[in-house]
């Protein structure tokens, strides 16, 4: 649901500038009722952010109720709350968590033998 008028924290619109200065693409979604503030792509990556105003006491810094139950209800990518430009900054430029497949135990990895090796399965030649 699209809301006509929706309040934007006073600190989103440099946030936003400093995203974008260092090349994100960011689409603003705050108009959309109980969704997260910026969708932000940075280097193949993107980012959920709800930003919050510092400036503001704590108790308008709380995620609304339907904010609230998006975070935790989201099977996407991690959901972010960022204050300040640096937060921001800091979210999109670390590193990549490592998404690999852990390896195979060193037993595991090795190419079956004669004693091990199925008897109803060939053994695998080795390559030349």
């Known amino acids: 649901m699209i809301r006509t008028a ?19 693409s960011v689409l ?4 959309l009722k109980n ?14 952010m709800e930003v919050k105003d510092p400036s503001q006491p704590p108790s308008k ?10 975070r935790r209800t989201w099977n996407g990518t991690p959901y972010h709350i960022v204050e300040t430009i640096d ?7 670390a590193p990549a968590p490592c998404l690999c497949p852990k390896p195979l ?16 399965t060939p053994p695998v030649p080795p390559l030349p």
């Not at 603003?28 to 108009?31: D, K, S």
């Not at 810094?61 to 998006?70: A, M, Q, V, W, Y």
């Open 28 to 31: 603003h979604l705050h108009q």
């Open 87 to 93: 937060q921001a900054i800091a979210l999109v430029t």
């Open 61 to 70: 810094r709380k995620l609304t109720p339907g904010e609230e139950e998006f």
């Open 105 to 120: 135990p060193a037993a595991a990895s090795q190419p079956p033998t004669a004693a091990t090796s199925n008897s109803t």
């Open 35 to 48: 969704c997260f503030d910026l969708l932000v792509g940075y280097r193949g990556r993107t980012f959920l």
């Open 6 to 24: 929706s309040r934007v924290d006073g600190n989103q619109p440099y946030i936003v500038a400093a995203l974008r200065r260092i090349g994100c």
